[in-house]
């Protein structure tokens, strides 16, 4: 048998001889042989997902396999994380890298890949879904605020006044002024008549950089330690409510390692916060939930097998403090207001302020503020110390020279805050000479030793405690004394304690001493709610200048979308004749109106009140409620009494040309707003039905909602015999996207002009077509035409 088998491979060696040979001698119709397979096996090229220990990278890369090794590009693996320092240039040989091992998952189409546990960094996981930053929009439009007051007073007169906010915005920003108007009736109140000015300012915000320049009336930017001036000229700064994605005080982040996949779950003070995934590697949590003061904070990790870890973690968390890193501050130059709200058009000398903050590290911030006049001049430092677990302490020292006087300023402080209670003091020492900008436009006042009398307090302190004691309520204290230059002093305790009782209900009971007095003002209030919007409430007070006083009072509040509400209240006083008080109010979209009266017997006032909005956009005039940050003009391009949505509420249906405001919207939150298409002619084509947008602040926006009229029509076709096309055939136009036949013959076309060539091709292959007239539609009804014949072509 094995002669046979030799001889065997023998004739094939000579086949295979005279097989090539004969095709090398033969001509170019002759097909080559197949080639080796060997070199096809050496070097292949994949597009594989690389998983490195256990954690998919989410990356796709190429990878060549090459007498079973393979090779990936440097570039891929410092993307997925591998240290440079591991890595060399160019294609790198991974099954031959030292403690690294590489595996091919044919079925998942994946290169698994093994390294040492410190090639691999710590990865950064956000527990919770973190906010997205949305683009403001804007649109081009004005508005008028307005609120008409009138009263009366029995014996005394009365008067009349009317406020005003006008507001111009475009893409470049918003310009505003306010101001009023009074006129005083007979018997005259004694206030100001005529118009007086408040504020006007140009604004203009950067949401990228979170900053806002301010032109025109402005108000100069403080820290704690310092105080805010009126001034009338130009301000740059920070602003973080531009950005509410952010979080700009430090989180607590906890860092781990995982060794396979595993989910953790996190609770905060024993309240559960949420849970998420990990992949294999180190990790660190971020995007915790919000939290404030000192807690404890438990992780529970759960592996694939089902076996938990909990991990306890204290943590203090302040708002007091910045991120490390991120800054916060403004400046302002201008001149100082004087008698704000009296003189519309009185600005004294010139003058600047400048505020600065710094999260030097995220258990300390570096503050610091510069003041200056031609006779002033004031700088300032201060910190913010977050102490470990142990609450956070803040310091600051001022130095001021105002017209050859000098002073200085301390303040200093401590916070600690838990869920059960919180701790909180602040103090201050200022010296006789101390000035600021506050100061610089008043006159100097000076004793009989000549020194400056500042009207600023020598001494502050300020103390307060308060006890979350669970179903026994929660109790308050707080202490604040005040020293001035004379020596005189201020001591006031105030002792506070409140519980829920059955339902919503609750009470409130609270207690003062004025300590230089030496008597208690004390009070009780018991609030019962009645109902879904009805409340009342019964108060019980005593005090040294009043004495005892009990007052009863009903509330029916107003709904959110308008209607009625109103206020009654009686109250019996020991010292004075009996007070009562009673309002009725309403409100509709575009306006809202309120009344009543107040007082004692022979000495009542009566008031009325109307408030609300004018706005102009999109060549559209609407009345509305009072606007004081954003809104919305919802555009149906011209259909009428079309439902509106805001956040999922109905809110309204569109007028006759085809919008509807949306008032008391609030800047930079994306809120979806939507239509209802049902009652939409069914000639209609929308793009869409719902968007998220989020507006700039102070400003308007337009959104529309486009929407196309088109000819639309059901037709019942027939073949030549009568009967119906068969279900599932085709209706064919130049141009147009094919129809589907159904039931009974019917196809349902759109886009159709006046009259249409139809082609229609049946299941089983066969064609016909038709003409398709249709009439005069105006107003845009559903209509179906036929039965119409399809006639088979030549």
Not at 76 to 86: I, K
Not at 212 to 233: E, P, Y
Not at 477 to 495: M, P, R
Request: proline share 5%; charged share 20%; hydrophobic share 35%.
């Amino acid at each position: 048998m094995a002669v046979g088998t030799r001889q065997l491979k023998s004739l094939m060696g000579i086949l295979l001889c005279v097989t090539t040979a004969s095709w090398a001698e033969s001509g170019d119709d002759m097909l080559p042989p197949p080639p080796a397979p060997q070199p096809v096996n050496d070097e292949a090229l994949f597009q594989l997902a690389l998983v490195l220990n256990h954690y998919d990278t989410g990356l796709v890369v190429p990878v060549t396999r090459r007498k079973g090794d393979y090779w990936v590009g440097s570039a891929d693996l410092l993307r997925a994380g591998l240290p440079a320092d591991q890595v060399a240039p160019g294609e790198v040989n991974v099954s031959r890298l030292n403690e690294v091992r590489a595996e091919y998952d044919s079925s998942g189409q994946r290169l698994l890949l093994s390294v040492p546990r410190e090639w691999v960094g710590a990865r950064t996981t956000p527990f919770s879904g973190q906010m997205v930053q949305s683009t403001p929009h804007f649109g081009k439009g004005a508005l008028l605020n307005y609120d008409f007051y009138t009263n009366h007073t029995e014996h005394s007169g009365g008067q009349a006044s009317l406020w005003h906010e006008f507001r111009y915005f475009d893409e470049r920003g918003s310009l505003s002024s306010t101001g009023y108007v009074r006129q005083n009736f007979t018997g005259g109140s004694g206030q100001q008549e005529g118009y007086v000015r408040y504020d006007t300012t140009l604004l203009v915000t950067d949401e990228e950089d979170a900053t806002t320049w301010t032109a025109g009336d402005v108000i100069s930017d403080a820290l704690s330690w310092s105080s805010s001036v009126r001034m009338g000229g130009i301000s740059y700064g920070r602003d973080f409510s531009l950005r509410p994605d952010l979080v700009t005080w430090p989180l607590p982040e906890f860092s781990g390692e995982a060794a396979v996949p595993t989910a953790v779950d996190l609770f905060v003070n024993g309240y559960r916060a949420g849970s998420t995934n990990l992949q294999p590697g180190p990790f660190t949590l971020t995007n915790l939930p919000y939290i404030n003061g000192a807690g404890d904070a438990v992780l529970v990790t759960t592996d694939a097998l089902g076996r938990q870890v909990s991990t306890t973690l204290p943590f203090y968390v302040t708002s007091e403090l910045l991120k490390q890193g991120l800054s916060d501050g403004a400046v302002t130059l201008g001149s100082l207001r004087r008698n704000y709200g009296i003189d519309s058009f009185d600005y004294g000398p010139a003058a600047g302020s400048g505020s600065y903050r710094y999260g030097l590290t995220d258990w300390l911030t570096l503050e610091s503020h510069v003041e200056g006049a031609e006779q002033l001049a004031l700088g300032g430092a201060g910190t913010v110390v977050k102490l470990g677990q142990f609450g956070v302490v803040n310091t600051a020292w001022s130095q001021s020279q105002m017209r050859g006087d000098t002073g200085g300023q301390l303040n200093w402080g401590y916070q600690y805050s838990t869920s059960t209670f919180s701790l909180a003091t602040q103090h201050s020492r200022r010296d006789r000479g101390f000035g600021n900008l506050a100061l610089y436009d008043q006159p100097t006042v000076y004793d009989e030793y000549d020194q400056p009398i500042a009207s600023l307090s020598r001494n502050t302190d300020q103390y307060s405690l308060t006890f979350n004691m669970g179903e026994y309520g929660n109790i308050g204290a707080a202490w604040i004394g005040v020293q001035s230059f004379d020596n005189q002093k201020t001591e006031l305790l105030n002792l506070s304690w409140s519980r829920n009782l059955w339902g919503s209900s609750s009470i409130y009971l609270a207690a003062s001493r004025d300590q230089q007095q030496g008597d208690w003002t004390v009070a009780m209030s018991l609030q019962i709610p009645l109902g879904e919007r009805d409340s009342a409430a019964l108060t019980v007070e005593n005090t040294p200048t009043s004495g005892s006083t009990q007052r009863l009072n009903y509330n029916h509040s107003m709904p959110s979308d308008g209607g009625f509400s109103w206020n009654m209240a009686l109250a019996r006083q020991s010292r004075s004749s009996n007070y009562q008080q009673g309002s009725l109010g309403w409100r509709n979209s575009n306006i809202e109106l309120q009344g009543g009266g107040y007082g004692e017997r022979d000495m009542m006032t009566w008031w009325g009140e109307a408030l609300g909005s004018l706005v102009l956009m999109d060549g559209e005039l609407f009345a509305a409620n009072k606007i004081n940050d954003a809104f919305v003009v919802v555009s149906t391009d011209g259909q009428p009494e079309v439902p509106v949505s805001y956040e999922n509420q109905p809110v309204g249906k569109t007028n006759r040309n085809g919008y509807l405001l949306i008032s008391g919207v609030s800047a930079y939150y994306p809120a979806s707003y939507s239509i209802n298409t049902l009652n939409l002619p069914a000639d209609t084509r929308l793009k869409e039905t719902e968007r998220r947008v989020a507006l700039r602040r102070n400003s308007g926006y337009l959104v529309d909602f486009p929407m196309e009229q088109e000819r639309v029509a059901s037709v019942i076709l027939h073949d030549g015999k009568g009967l119906d096309i068969p279900l599932g055939s085709q209706v064919s136009r130049p141009g147009r996207t094919p129809a589907v036949v159904g039931y009974d013959g019917i196809a349902w076309l759109e886009d159709l002009t006046d009259v249409n060539a139809l082609t229609v091709r049946t299941p089983d292959g066969k064609r016909c077509q038709v003409t398709l007239t249709l009439d005069a539609n105006p107003g845009h009804k559903l209509q179906t035409y036929g039965p119409l014949t399809c006639r088979e072509g030549q």
